[in-house]
Structure formats: C-alpha cells, structure tokens
C-alpha cells in the first residue's frame, strides 16, 4: 500500500515536525526575529525583537499559521548603540494561553517556534546541571546515561598516579612524589582541573540549592546516583568535591593551584589523552577558593551525616586549615611565567592568575564567619574596601560572600547584623544599576547596555547579572529585579544580536561546533548536550586567531567554529551560573 506524502510526514516527524514543516512552505523562516527560543511563562513578560527595517504589526499565530492567538503592533525603531542596527520590540505580554506558537510579520517571514507554558525552563535548568556529568573525570559514561555521546572514562589510571611538580614541594613530597587525585571536572575545552575555577563554580552551584532547596530536590538529570536521598545538584557537585580535597596538602593545608599536563591536548577523546599530570604550586588564591566552598559545603552536606558520614566535619576542618596555611602565605600568588623561570618541565595551560586576592579573602571569611559563627573570621577581612560592588567572575568573587551574608541574614551574630544595612544596600544598588535604562537598549535585556559586556565568557556576564538581580529580589521582594533577570535568560536562549541560543542541544539554531574536544573528537555531529558557549567577545579574532569573525560590532563578534576558543568554548564557570540562573527562574515562576 502507497501511504500518502502527508501520512508519511506526520509518521516521521510528528505532530510537531508536521506543523513546522507546514509552516515553512507558508511563510519564510526569518532569523531577523530574535526570541527566546525555549518559550515563556504563562504570566511572565513575553518579548521578542525584530532587527532592520520591519514595521506595522505582528501576529501570534499556531504553528500551522491557522489560528491567529495574539496581535500586536512593533515598537518604534531604536538603535542598536554598539552595532548602529535598528530594532523593535514586539511585546506579547498579555498573552498568557499555553501552547506551541510562531510570530509572524507580513512581508518579513515566521520565526521560529516557542512554547508558553509553566515549568518551561525546567529542561533547560537540569540539561545545564547533566552538562557537569558529561564533564566528569576518571569514569565511563555508559550510554544509560550519556546517550549516544558515551565514553570511556578519561584519566581514570593517569589521575591515580599525579605527580608533584618541582614548584609544589613540601616536606615529605618531594618532585615527582605520586599523588592519587581523580574524580572532578573537566575544567572547559580542555582536560585539566584547577582549583580556583572549581571554587566559583561549587560556590554558584550550593548557592542554588541553599536558595532553593526545596526546586533542587525535584530537580532530577538522570545520573548514576539520582535514585539516592541526595538531589542531583549534591551529588553531582560531590564528584568535584572529593576531587577538591585531594588537592589539600595533609603536610600544612596548603592547596595546589591545579592538576594538569605541562602542555594542552589536542583534540582526541579523554581516554586517549595519556600524557603525565601534574599537581602545581599551592597558592592563597587557591587556597582561600577551597576555604570557601569548604566551608559552605560543610554546612550543606551536615543533614546528610547518615548518607556521607564525617564529610560536613571533614569539609570544615580543610577549610580551617587552607584558611590558616593563607594568612601565613599571604603572598603566595599564582605567577606561570614566574614559575617556569624556576622549574621544569615548564606549565602552558590555563593559568587563572590573579593578582589581588582581597576578594577571596572576604568570600573565604563570609563563609567560614556563617558556618562557624565565629566573629574572627568575620572581623578579618575589611567587608567593603572600596566603593565597588564587582560582578562575580573566577578573579572577581566578592559578591559570593555578600550573597552567603544576605543568605543568612537572620542568624547573623550582632557584628554582622551591624553592617547588614549597607550590605543591603550594596546589593540592591548594583542591581539598580543594572536596571538603568534597559528599556532604550535594542534588545530590551540587561545584558549588553556596554560593549565591555562583551568579554571573553560574555554568557557567564549575563548570567552572572541575572543572578545578582534575583538576589536583589530576594532582599525585597521587588518583581522588577525577577523580571529583568528573566531578560539575560532570554538572552541566552536566542535573544540577542547573534541569534544563537547559546546552550548546546537546545533552541532552533542552538551552537553546533563549540571548542569543546570531546565534542570535537567523538564523531558525532550534534555537540555534547547542556553547555554553555562563552558567547560574543569583542576581542575575539585577537585572541584566537580564528578565522572566519565577520562582524563589526562586540555584541555580534561570535562564531560557532570549534577553533575559536575566544567565543565558542565551554567552561564550568559559565555554565554554574546558567545552572543558577535558570533554575532559580523556574522556583520563582508562580511570582512572575
């Protein structure tokens, strides 16, 4: 029997494909309309912007363009102030029916599609969280819970047999002392593991679960150990910190600064990356990173004694003595170039150098102060050294301490509770700051009102503002703050002057080829699934010499080529914050 063209398309591509395909014989795809490419909340502002010259009115329509839901009429034109391009806004707000629907604009085209419906963000929080287990070290990822992008386990023999380099020695570690340090992540495109990146990345992850404990409990990923008591975001945040306290010194508390090859991989899977390993230079940076996110997990893990008996006790006392071994070695910072001067073999990979460690220093005692209530190490630190309230970064994370501050701010002991006003004030004030006029930038989002938003890691920007917002609304339950946090969300997932959605295996044009090596090397087209790429940076084809960079403007200075590691990487740092900010959006849908 002949089955009908149509029959046969509905049978291969459902429901969904059919209308999709329907559509686009209709009406033309057009990448002009910039949206979030996941969907929206029912009662949450819902906006897209239409770059060049379109005006007049826009239509929501079904996916098979036969039922119009929603009309609406674009915005007057502004102008891009970074690109000089024009863009409207067309604001569907009141629409608030679920469903799958397309905009259309007569004589522009159809964009792509969207949904609006409750939890639509959850996919996208667990798939940034599961992108941590496919970054896991020393294990096989059997295709039960990889997919179709298993493997066998990286530098499961070559983390078991470090050894320590001739800038990390201390008394009964000697060069070349071998170390067994496994487990851990991956640390962004390449194979090695550094403690000060981790330390963002764990304090953004906890900070999740201590804000939302109750969303984190639901928040499930698949992994090998989801059917135990500990949610998802515990237990996958455990596989970096039993790999964390192997980096601690017994000897004096001190904490190497990473575990890494001399030189970079290249691009081949992690099991075929053999090279020797190394444990380098214990730094204060490190140091105190390790104190802090010892000293919140400390607190975290203590109700789970019976599933993981004498962690929480284990965890703090590693953060007092890390925390100890750094006021003796105040000025022990992480200088390579310095470095390699000294010792051999000489170290080339990611270097996470920073000269000023003030900032660690007041995140370190923030959580040491909270966990313990011990007002020394609060009085240690000067809370506010200057009038700066600095977005958080790996070499910026002074906020984190602000935020576990505000976090605890009724068990505060009197000498916090005496500066809790102006810290306070710090926070709703940078958030404020970030508000100032949003509603003249082109795309409408709090990311992007400077070109200097677009750095290397511009995502981890938006995210990162997004976070800061949501904590501005948890001090005063302001919705302004939530809904503006909801924009750099949209950002990332499509709404911006590149058109990408900038998580891997999401959205209608989601980054294909990101600089990633298991992505890279595996054979398969589609990239490993929940990353985050690191999103346009105006200084890009300096940094990585790519070609192929044809844009003029910063926020547009994005490829999606695996050898532009300057815009198209992935890294840990970035997708924590992602991890943050989209699930801290669905906890927080019913307040939109």
Not at 116 to 123: G, L, Y
Not at 143 to 153: D, Y
Request: proline share 6%; glycine share 8%; hydrophobic share 40%.
């Amino acid at each position: 029997m002949r089955i009908p063209q149509p029959v046969l398309i509905f049978l291969l591509f459902g429901v969904y494909g059919f209308f999709r395909i329907a559509a686009s014989q209709a009406q033309p795809l057009t990448s002009s309309i910039r949206l979030n490419q996941i969907g929206y909340y029912p009662n949450a502002p819902k906006v897209a912007i239409v770059v060049g010259d379109a005006s007049g009115d826009f239509q929501i329509t079904t996916p098979d363009l036969k039922k119009v839901v929603f009309r609406g009429t674009l915005s007057p034109a502004r102008t891009n102030a970074i690109s000089g391009k024009t863009a409207r806004t067309a604001d569907f707000s009141a629409l608030k029916t679920a469903g799958t629907f397309v905009i259309q604009i007569p004589g522009l085209g159809q964009s792509y599609p969207f949904e609006i419906k409750k939890d639509v963000h959850r996919a996208v929080a667990a798939g940034s969280l599961k992108g941590f287990y496919y970054q896991r070290v020393s294990t096989e990822l059997p295709a039960r819970f990889a997919g179709q992008w298993a493997r066998p386990a990286g530098h499961g023999k070559e983390d078991t047999q470090v050894l320590v380099h001739p800038s990390a020695v201390s008394p009964g570690r000697p060069a070349g002392t071998v170390l067994s340090s496994p487990r851990g992540w991956y640390d962004a495109g390449d194979y090695n593991k550094y403690i000060v990146n981790s330390g963002i990345t764990m304090g953004t992850l906890l900070s999740l679960y201590e804000d939302f404990p109750a969303f984190c409990q639901t928040l499930k990923t698949d992994i090998p150990e989801s059917e135990n008591r500990l949610p998802d975001i515990l237990d996958e945040s455990l596989w970096n910190l039993r790999w964390m306290l192997t980096m601690q010194d017994p000897a004096d508390g001190g904490v190497y600064h990473k575990l890494t090859n001399a030189r970079f991989d290249g691009m081949v899977m992690p099991d075929k990356a053999t090279k020797e390993r190394y444990v380098v230079q214990k730094s204060v940076t490190a140091a105190l990173d390790f104190a802090a996110v010892m000293a919140q997990a400390s607190r975290i893990f203590k109700p789970f004694n019976r599933e993981l008996p004498g962690l929480a006790d284990s965890c703090l006392t590693a953060a007092k003595r890390a925390w100890q071994w750094a006021k003796q070695h105040p000025d022990a910072l992480y200088r390579q170039s310095v470095m390699n001067e000294k010792f051999d073999p000489d170290v080339s990979t990611g270097e996470y150098g920073d000269r000023d460690a003030s900032d660690e220093w007041i995140w370190a005692a923030s959580e040491l102060y909270v966990t313990t209530q011990d007002d020394a190490y609060y009085s240690a630190v000067n809370l506010f050294p200057d009038e700066k309230t600095p977005l958080p970064s790996w070499a910026q994370v002074r906020l984190l301490g602000y935020y576990t501050l505000a976090r605890f701010e009724k068990s505060l002991t009197a000498a916090g509770k005496k500066d809790f006003p102006q810290l306070k004030q710090r926070l709703t004030g940078f958030a404020n700051e970030l508000l100032l006029d949003v509603d003249k930038q082109a795309y409408q989002t709090v990311m992007g009102k400077s070109a200097q938003d677009y750095i290397w890691g511009s995502s981890a920007v938006a995210a990162n503002q997004g976070i800061a917002l949501i904590q501005a609304y948890r001090l005063t339950s302001d919705k302004i703050y939530l809904r503006a946090a909801l924009t750099n969300l949209d950002y990332l997932l499509g709404r911006n002057a590149t058109g990408y959605c900038f998580v891997t295996g999401f959205g209608d044009k989601p980054v294909m080829n990101p600089h990633h090596r298991p992505s890279v090397a595996d054979g398969i087209e589609a990239p490993v699934p929940g990353l985050l790429s690191g999103g346009p940076n105006g200084n890009a084809p300096k940094q990585d010499k790519c070609e192929g960079y044809t844009a003029t403007s910063a926020d547009e200075m994005f490829i999606d080529a695996s050898c532009s590691y300057a815009s198209n990487e992935i890294a840990i740092n970035w997708n924590a914050p992602l991890v943050y900010l989209a699930g801290a959006l669905e906890a927080l849908q019913a307040k939109q």
